[in-house]
Nanobody, 127 residues
Framework: QVHLVESGGGWVQAGGSLRLSCAAT????????MGWFRRAPGKEREGVAAIDSDGSTTYADFVKGRFTISKDNAKNTLYLQMNSLKPEDTAMYYC?????????????????????WGQGTQVTVSS
């Protein structure tokens, strides 16, 4: 069973940077996609970025050019480098692992029931 633990969240001023990490156990990079998702208060969960087992990446339009997803297979760790943060990036950020292809339209839209989720890490960006 895949177990995910996020870290690296915190408070930052607009324009600042944070790097989120997600440590995975019970996970093998082969055949799995990993992604970052977020949920702001009163809003639906939305996909932020995903990286598939072949290294291909997908980004939401609202983070393109600002966020970078990467993974270290040797450490079984997923990262999200967030630069030029905006107040609207404030949210709880979650990482998820799911089989390649187990999504509805894009890797940013996995079937939630088929994914393993972490507990989340809070990111707060002040103006």
């Amino acid at each position: 069973q895949v177990h995910l633990v996020e870290s690296g969240g915190g408070w930052v001023q607009a324009g600042g940077s944070l790097r989120l990490s997600c440590a995975a156990t019970g996970y093998t990079s082969s055949g799995y996609c990993m992604g970052w998702f977020r949920r702001a208060p009163g809003k639906e969960r939305e996909g932020v970025a995903a990286i598939d087992s072949d290294g291909s990446t997908t980004y939401a339009d609202f983070v393109k050019g600002r966020f970078t997803i990467s993974k270290d297979n040797a450490k079984n760790t997923l990262y999200l480098q967030m630069n030029s943060l905006k107040p609207e990036d404030t949210a709880m950020y979650y990482c998820a692992a799911y089989l390649t292809g187990s999504w509805r339209r894009t890797p940013l839209d996995p079937v939630a029931e088929f994914a393993s989720w972490g507990q989340g890490t809070q990111v707060t960006v002040s103006s």
